[in-house]
């Protein structure tokens, strides 16, 4: 054997030891209960263009808005030498404490009445009124209420959508707590709960949708490097994912119990599963009938790519002839409706038969503190009493951030003289800096106009022998 073939075998001998070597290292990485799938999530272009009110956080005037971190009110019509109070509210949305700057420059047909406000700084010079301080966050939760925009059920099938369910099938058997995690990273996406951004959700046939990557034994977005889907069980690795206290940390195997979602829950409830979305959330099993679906639609929402999540005639698991068709529908990205969620009721086909197994519609943090319920029916012995009722067919819920508190706004009274000649119209801007570091709250204005006209009483005439 000559020096050159003796180089070219041990040379082939290393890379057969190194092809070995590989192959261990990611038959240990992917977990022998998960099957992993490359499919992207598909994205699929409709043509509904809805409008949804643009309620962010920031300056302007607009009265609408419940997320302007300042407000002015007052009275709509004067007449010279009246009296007009004026109300200025400040409001942290923050989740620390921030320091504001608020400067009301009065126009010149209003004067200050120094006895009206004792807190406001007034210089007559500049005819400013001033108050510098801290004001605490808020408490962030979520409201559910009817939404005033209908959206549609849309079944994804029509434009060739799979079934989610037919590879947990195909794979393990059934399609009964089971979880699908999206990697909406690779994709390019994201969304915000409970005030963090997230690259991740989990699915589970059971009407739930949950913040973070349950499928890959992590609360974060850890776990994926270019599979978009992820399949696996909940009673396998769900404890493992929504109870940590740090984003991306894994528990120790059998370190939390198991946890299925069969069991409906009031929310909150420190009881696992934590930081989900209920749609509608009741013992579903689609192994044998009912179809899943997932996809990116564009075009339903003006300005937002929405993640769509459909239950098609999905069955209870012990009343296979109770079916329900409903969907959740998650604006995705980092603008001012991102991780806004519709709740949409296509059909419940005996709604007094879902009441009696049970069933939850709310929201709810990680640790099951924060959250709501919106409508409930307890299951399996729970003594929480029921509360709401089903939605009927074509019943649009909305789910949205709110800030609760009593010491996240501060409101400041006074009154002005009022001047000027008829007609005219007075604009009043007050204006705030903060110490954010967000640049939508580091300034905003809000705007008030006071009409002078001439202001006439009828006489009120009442009935009688007179």
Same mark, same amino acid.
């Given at each position: 054997m000559t020096d050159t073939q003796k180089r070219q075998d041990f040379f082939t001998c290393w890379l057969a030891v190194i092809s070995l070597l590989l192959g261990w290292m990611l038959y240990q990485r992917t977990p022998p209960s998960l099957s992993q799938s490359a499919a992207a999530?598909?994205?699929?272009?409709?043509?509904?263009?809805?409008?949804?009110?643009?309620?962010?956080?920031?300056?302007?005037?607009?009265?609408?808005?419940?997320?302007?971190?300042?407000?002015?009110?007052?009275?709509s019509y004067a007449q010279p030498g009246d009296t007009a109070s004026y109300a200025l509210t400040l409001a942290n949305y923050e989740a620390m404490t921030r320091t504001f700057t608020l400067t009301d420059t009065l126009p010149a047909a209003l004067t200050f009445v120094p006895s009206s406000n004792r807190e406001l700084r007034y210089n007559p010079a500049?005819?400013?009124?001033?108050?510098?301080?801290?004001?605490?966050?808020?408490?962030?939760?979520?409201?559910?209420?009817?939404s005033s925009l209908s959206l549609p059920y849309i079944d994804l099938a029509d434009f060739g959508a799979p079934n989610l369910c037919d590879e947990l099938i195909a794979t393990?058997?059934?399609?009964?707590?089971?979880?699908?995690?999206?990697?909406?990273?690779?994709?390019?996406?994201?969304?915000?709960?409970?005030?963090?951004?997230?690259?991740?959700?989990?699915?589970s046939p059971d009407g739930l949708?949950?913040?973070g990557a349950a499928a890959t034994g992590t609360v974060g977005d850890e776990g994926f490097e270019q599979e978009s889907y992820v399949y696996g069980f909940l009673d396998q690795t769900l404890a493992d994912a929504t109870h940590l206290p740090n984003a991306g940390q894994v528990a120790a195997a059998g370190a939390q119990p198991s946890v299925t979602t069969s069991q409906n829950q009031w929310l909150p409830n420190p009881t696992p599963p934590g930081a989900l979305m209920a749609a509608l959330w009741y013992?579903?099993?689609?192994?044998?009938?009912?179809?899943?679906?997932?996809?990116?639609?564009?075009?339903?929402?003006?300005?937002?790519?929405?993640?769509?999540?459909?239950? #098609?005639?999905?069955?209870?698991?012990?009343?296979?002839?109770? +079916? %329900?068709? =409903?969907?959740?529908?998650? /604006?995705? $990205?980092?603008?001012?409706?991102?991780?806004?969620?519709?709740?949409?009721?296509?059909?419940?086909?005996?709604?007094?038969?879902?009441?009696?197994?049970?069933?939850?519609?709310?929201?709810?943090?990680?640790?099951?503190?924060?959250?709501?319920?919106?409508?409930?029916?307890?299951?399996?012995?729970?003594? #929480?009493?029921?509360?709401?009722?089903?939605?009927?067919?074509? +019943? %649009?819920? =909305?789910?949205?951030?709110? /800030?609760? $508190?009593?010491?996240?706004?501060?409101?400041?009274?006074?009154?002005?003289?009022?001047?000027?000649?008829?007609?005219?119209?007075?604009?009043?801007?007050?204006?705030?800096?903060?110490?954010?570091?967000?640049?939508?709250?580091?300034?905003?204005?809000?705007?008030?106009y006071l009409y002078l006209r001439h202001l006439t009483l009828l006489p009120f005439l009442t009935g009688g022998d007179q």
């Open positions: 999530l598909p994205v699929y272009t409709v043509n509904y263009d809805l409008a949804l009110p643009d309620l962010r956080q920031g300056g302007g005037s607009n009265p609408e808005n419940p997320l302007a971190f300042i407000r002015q009110t007052g009275p500049t005819r400013q009124l001033t108050w510098q301080g801290e004001i605490a966050p808020g408490h962030l939760d979520y409201l559910i209420e009817p393990q058997g059934n399609c009964d707590e089971a979880i699908i995690t999206l990697n909406l990273g690779v994709n390019g996406y994201s969304y915000t709960f409970y005030g963090q951004t997230w690259q991740s959700i989990t699915l949708l949950l913040a013992d579903a099993d689609m192994t044998t009938s009912g179809r899943w679906h997932v996809a990116i639609l564009q075009g339903l929402i003006i300005g937002y790519d929405v993640l769509y999540v459909q239950w #098609h005639n999905t069955p209870h698991a012990a009343a296979p002839n109770l +079916t %329900t068709r =409903h969907a959740a529908a998650l /604006i995705l $990205g980092d603008g001012p409706l991102s991780g806004q969620v519709f709740f949409i009721t296509d059909n419940i086909s005996d709604p007094l038969a879902l009441t009696q197994v049970g069933y939850t519609i709310g929201v709810e943090d990680y640790p099951g503190s924060r959250g709501t319920t919106y409508a409930y029916a307890p299951c399996c012995g729970d003594p #929480h009493p029921p509360q709401g009722f089903p939605p009927a067919p074509g +019943t %649009t819920l =909305h789910l949205r951030p709110v /800030i609760y $508190g009593q010491n996240f706004s501060r409101t400041f009274t006074y009154s002005v003289q009022v001047e000027g000649q008829i007609p005219q119209t007075i604009a009043n801007t007050a204006e705030v800096t903060t110490d954010s570091d967000d640049p939508s709250l580091i300034y905003g204005w809000s705007t008030h």
